[in-house]
């Protein structure tokens, strides 16, 4: 519906019930109808109530004229009330005539006694000020109650002749005191103390109030800034199981005797894991601590003392027993004779022999070999041959080749083939394989992505399928269907799915000769660094194993932690000019 501006075309005139009327019809899609003033006023109309013309405005200029009450559940705020047609003058109070209102003059004589006026309101916001009068309160029951958060103030001096309870705080400000029973606010440091008919400010303790060593320490035991002086004849006696810790710097000027004897640091007089000043320093390495010989102690380079010549060792002691009684000599010993274990300095032509436990002179052998003898072969241990004993019968053992530092004689071959088996480094016959033949070819172009940093994923090659000597499931899993030499061909390409970041991606290549899941790598473990740039990478692991029937290998991916920034390198397929690169394929030959 078009607006109305032009009020001079269509100028403003007072409705007539007959006139018509332009609206919108919103019950049948908002459409513009006609309909007469009449129809307002007419039985469909709503009529309104207060509340709606309150809520349509509740301010007005005009006078309102009501026959009848009004009740106001709520406050009234007149600027005047007029009454038999006189808002009342200065001081005036309005009163009742039975039938009405009017403004009468207030009454000059007080009307009501406290209890009257106390029986009608007993609350105040106004102050009651008392002159040269007292408020006087009587008869049982009778108090005067300060609630919070009122307080109660009183510049004048109180007197209490009964008895005060406090059943709070009683606080004083900055001059606030106390009188005792003399009159007396007493001096500093006085104690406010009972005389057992009044009070009276004493610079006694009083009894009781001295607690003991216990009490304070119990309450305390750490002072700042202050120190203890004792004077006179006093002992500080500590027993066994305490002692006196400090970090701080301690003088003894008296006479203090350490009396334990113990040898450990914990049963020692003085137990010294620091340095020890004797006046002017802690002493250099290798100085030792003497008397001045004038009641102090220095700290003093010592002498070096001249070494006493063999001779005089022996002079002063020539026996020795204990662990540290054996001699070891690296030059050169020239005795006159040497004593064995019974005594004896031997005769001509002796020996010095052992018997296990002491020396002993005895007849020399002869030293003539009476027979060698060849013996069986026996897997090396170390040197080629052995000889044992030296003297006697004699007998020779050739060692055979071990691997190795086990060197040896060559092993027999007569199991092995003349004419193509070989002698590998570990000491064994080995037949060399001929030609590695391709047995398997498996591949994809599927994406994979490990679910999660640090998280392995294993490397899947497409479909499952097997051949005679091995085989690979839908997951990855190759199993060795017979036993052998194989040769594995792996290639991965990946690259990052995101434009942003970098990773360290890893591969390995895990074995297990019982089956199951693989957990033993094969290889080492290969690690690739990718960043922002998209481009491909490729891991490839030429790997030639021996393995048993019916183990198992895998091919592990794993986005690790470290110089990585999250989880986007992947595997997956790159399609290029020569043709498309899988995601993962591995090519396995076997030996013939």
Avoid: H
């Avoid at 019809?25 to 006023?41: E, G, Q």
């Avoid at 006694?204 to 119990?218: F, H, R």
């Amino acid at each position: 519906m078009a607006r109305i501006d032009n009020t001079t075309v269509y100028p403003t005139v007072t409705p007539a019930m007959d006139d018509l009327l332009i609206a919108t019809d919103v019950s049948d899609n908002n459409k513009t109808v006609t309909f007469l003033v009449s129809d307002l006023t007419g039985a469909a109309v709503v009529l309104q109530g207060l509340q709606s013309v309150l809520d349509t405005g509740n301010t007005a200029t005009q006078n309102l004229s009501l026959t009848g009450d009004i009740n106001v559940v709520g406050t009234v705020y007149p600027t005047t009330i007029t009454a038999v047609g006189s808002t009342g003058s200065a001081g005036q109070i309005l009163s009742s005539t039975g039938t009405g209102l009017q403004w009468i003059d207030s009454p000059s004589t007080s009307c009501c006694s406290l209890q009257d006026v106390l029986t009608i309101g007993n609350q105040a916001t106004t102050n009651i000020e008392m002159v040269s009068s007292s408020v006087i309160v009587s008869g049982a029951g009778g108090s005067i109650d300060i609630t919070s958060p009122s307080s109660f103030s009183n510049s004048g001096t109180s007197l209490f002749t009964g008895s005060v309870l406090l059943y709070s705080t009683l606080s004083f400000n900055a001059t606030g005191q106390i009188n005792d029973g003399a009159g007396s606010v007493g001096t500093a440091g006085q104690w406010l103390t009972s005389t057992g008919t009044g009070v009276a400010w004493s610079s006694a303790i009083p009894p009781g109030a001295a607690p003991t060593l216990q009490q304070v320490l119990d309450t305390g035991n750490t002072a700042l800034d202050v120190g203890m002086t004792f004077t006179g004849t006093s002992v500080i006696s500590l027993t066994a199981n305490n002692s006196i810790t400090s970090a701080g710097s301690n003088t003894w000027s008296g006479n203090n005797t350490f009396s334990s004897t113990g040898i450990t640091s914990t049963t020692a007089g003085i137990a010294l894991t620091g340095s020890l000043w004797d006046g002017v320093s802690t002493g250099t390495v290798n100085q030792v601590l003497t008397s001045t010989g004038a009641g102090g102690v220095s700290w003093q380079t010592s002498a070096i003392p001249t070494p006493n010549t063999l001779q005089q060792v022996l002079d002063t002691g020539n026996t020795a027993t204990g662990l540290k009684a054996n001699i070891t000599i690296s030059g050169t010993i020239e005795p006159g004779t040497i004593t064995d274990g019974s005594g004896s300095t031997g005769s001509a032509a002796q020996v010095l022999t052992s018997t296990g436990s002491v020396l002993a002179w005895s007849a020399a052998g002869t030293g003539a070999i009476a027979q060698v003898t060849a013996g069986s072969a026996v897997t090396s241990i170390g040197p080629a041959i052995s000889v044992s004993p030296i003297t006697g019968n004699v007998v020779v053992t050739p060692q055979i080749f071990a691997g190795l530092s086990n060197i040896g004689v060559v092993p027999s071959s007569a199991a092995a083939s003349q004419s193509t088996a070989y002698l590998r480094a570990d000491g064994t016959w080995q037949v060399p394989p001929s030609t590695f033949s391709l047995k398997m070819t498996a591949t994809t172009t599927a994406g994979q992505n490990p679910v999660a940093l640090d998280t392995a994923l294993q490397i899947k090659f497409g479909s499952a399928q097997t051949t005679t000597s091995v085989s690979i499931d839908a997951n990855g899993l190759i199993t060795f269907l017979e036993a052998g030499d194989y040769r594995l061909n792996v290639n991965c390409c990946f690259y990052r799915n995101a434009i942003s970041g970098y990773s360290n991606t890893q591969f390995g290549i895990f074995y297990n000769s019982a089956g199951g899941a693989p957990t033993v790598a094969a290889s080492p473990i290969k690690s690739f660094t990718c960043d922002e740039k998209q481009r491909p990478c490729m891991y490839y692991e030429d790997l030639v194993i021996e393995v048993v029937a019916n183990s198992t290998l895998v091919v592990k991916v794993l986005n690790d932690t470290s110089l990585t920034s999250d989880n986007s390198t992947a595997l997956a397929q790159y399609a290029g000019a020569l043709g498309t690169t899988p995601s993962a394929a591995v090519l396995i030959y076997k030996a013939e």
